[in-house]
């Protein structure tokens, strides 16, 4: 599964990803983006992957990560 993560240390909370993708990102209380919960759709991976380039400062990426319940005994 795909997410949004956030660097926290490089992030300067200019706003641009929050702007773009308001279904995906929000404010933390320190006026940074931060991810919701929420899994990257497909249709929307393109759009997400354009705006991480346009990130300034490189803080924001799409990453794949393991679901908890994968995990294996």
């Known amino acids: ?4 993560v956030i660097n ?3 992030c300067i909370g200019c706003g641009m990803c ?3 993708h ?3 990102l ?3 209380e320190m006026g940074q983006a931060d991810p919701v919960d929420k899994k ?3 249709q929307d991976k393109a759009s997400l ?3 991480v380039e346009k990130c300034p400062t490189q803080a924001f990426k ?3 990560i393991k679901e908890e319940n994968e995990n294996h005994e």
């Open 22 to 24: 308001p279904e995906y």
């Open 8 to 10: 926290k240390d490089l």
């Open 1 to 4: 599964m795909e997410k949004i």
């Open 26 to 28: 929000i404010f933390d």
């Open 49 to 51: 992957l354009d705006t």
């Open 62 to 64: 799409v990453e794949d």
């Open 18 to 20: 929050v702007a773009e």
């Open 40 to 42: 990257v759709e497909p």
